[in-house]
């Protein structure tokens, strides 16, 4: 009887054992498994994280060197305006009187815009200038050659001569340039020897009277 119940634990026990190397056996392949998936991830969240770790350093790299650059840059900036005051005395007791020198100097300097506009008055006053002695020239023809019979030919020219193009000041002048065209058509005959020209009126009538007369 004893025999037997130690055979039947020997039997219990070695099943027992087997079971315990099965559950070993089964949590060991687990958990290498499990070993094995982490190495994987960590290799590529390795590799990842290098990539990332490379780009950044590149990015550093190209970052200082720019910031290098601009250094040098800054640096030969403000050597070059230390150069310039240097030079227009700007650093001296006396540098108001420079800046104000520098501020002539810049007002000295000619505007295109206003030489140009200059220019154009020139040319509209030679031109004004031009049909003036016209006129006058055939204001004298008339004035010599004049009978009953020729009134209304001298009344058409001096009202064409009125409404020409040539009379009108040009638009495209500009304030300063208009003031000085105003102030050459205020006195024309301050520097020539021509004479003003005659009221329009006060020549209608008396060609009016000088024609009722001979009639």
Do not use: C
Request: hydrophobic residues 35%.
């Amino acid at each position: 009887m004893a025999t037997e119940i130690g055979r039947h634990e020997r039997a219990v026990d070695a099943t027992a054992d087997a079971d315990i190397q099965k559950e070993f056996s089964r949590q060991r392949e687990h958990l290498e498994r499990s070993v094995i998936g982490l190495r994987q991830k960590l290799a590529r969240d390795s590799e990842m994280h290098r990539a990332d770790y490379i780009r950044i350093m590149q990015e550093n790299v190209s970052l200082i060197q720019e910031i290098n650059n601009l250094r040098t840059e800054l640096k030969a900036a403000r050597n070059h305006i230390n150069d310039l005051e240097a030079a227009l005395g700007l650093n001296r007791k006396d540098g108001d009187k420079a800046r104000q020198l520098l501020i002539q100097v810049n007002k000295s300097r000619p505007n295109p815009v206003l030489e140009a506009d200059y220019e154009q008055a020139q040319r509209a006053l030679a031109a004004q200038q031009d049909l003036i002695d016209a006129l006058q020239m055939k204001l004298d023809s008339y004035i010599q050659a004049f009978s009953g019979n020729n009134s209304n030919d001298l009344l058409k020219d001096l009202q064409s001569a009125a409404h020409s193009p040539y009379t009108k000041s040009p638009s495209a002048i500009t304030t300063t340039t208009t003031t000085t065209v105003q102030q050459s058509q205020s006195r024309p005959y301050s520097n020539s020897n021509i004479l003003p020209p005659i009221n329009n009126g006060g020549m209608i009538e008396s060609t009016e009277k000088k024609t009722s007369t001979a009639t």
